[in-house]
């Protein structure tokens, strides 16, 4: 079990195989699970709210059939979220030597609850336990809150492709984590 000082309260994570108990209020408990084909719906239904180009549904299907897709969501028990509705979820991919961060998101409504470190955490957590060693990322060089994200987790500015993003033409920064030097847990 660990206790963490964060967000200016006390927080309890434990371990429960693969998922990860967290209790930020009295009331709500928040569960850091992993995901699978059935929780496509879920999955584009968050996506629909956090992007301009959402995964969509069968997306999601056919990337869980791959053996190298692995996703993780939190929901919350005592909330007015339905019992398979995500408040965040990130996705990944893994190569026999790095963990890709392809996406995180959380609801609007969760944000700055810790919500998104903990969904990080446990990704690079459950890629160190497969023998990982290596992160990278692209992000849009705009996305203030989520490169403090990945900052806060020790990734390093390693390059920037130039106009990558077709919609806004934005630059993506390229980030990279060497997790044999850093702790994965928050
Ligand atoms: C990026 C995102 C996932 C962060 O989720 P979150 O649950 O709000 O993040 P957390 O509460 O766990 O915050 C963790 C850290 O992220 C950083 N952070 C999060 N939101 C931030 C903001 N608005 N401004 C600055 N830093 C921020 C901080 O370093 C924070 O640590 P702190 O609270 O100790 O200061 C969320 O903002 C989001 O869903 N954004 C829209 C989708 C998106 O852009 N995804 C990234 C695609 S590359």
């Known amino acids: 079990m660990f206790v963490h000082i964060f ?8 371990w429960f195989g693969n998922d990860r108990m967290m209790h930020d209020s009295p009331k709500r408990a928040v569960r850091c699970v ?3 084909t059935e929780d496509a719906p879920a999955l584009s239904s968050l996506e629909s709210r956090c992007f301009a180009l959402p995964w969509t549904e069968q997306a999601f299907a056919e990337a869980f059939a791959g053996k190298t897709f692995h996703a993780f969501g939190i929901r919350e028990t005592a909330s007015p979220l339905s019992p ?7 996705a990944v991919y893994h190569t026999p030597d790095e ?7 959380v609801r609007e409504d969760r944000r700055r609850h ?5 969904l990080m955490a446990t990704a690079l957590q459950d890629a160190k336990e497969t023998g990982i060693l290596r992160g990278v990322l692209e992000v849009r060089i705009s996305n203030a809150p989520a490169i403090h994200l990945y900052e806060s987790f020790g990734f390093r500015q390693a390059g920037k492709r130039r106009g990558y993003y077709q919609d806004t033409g934005e630059d993506a920064l390229i980030y990279t984590l060497d997790m044999g030097q ?3 847990n928050p």
């Open 114 to 118: 810790g919500y998104g470190r903990l």
């Open 99 to 105: 963990v890709e961060i392809l996406n995180i998101a």
């Open 34 to 36: 992993r995901l699978a």
């Open 7 to 14: 967000d200016q309260r006390f927080i309890i994570f434990t």
């Open 84 to 90: 398979r509705e995500l408040a965040g979820y990130i």
């Open 182 to 184: 850093t702790r994965t």
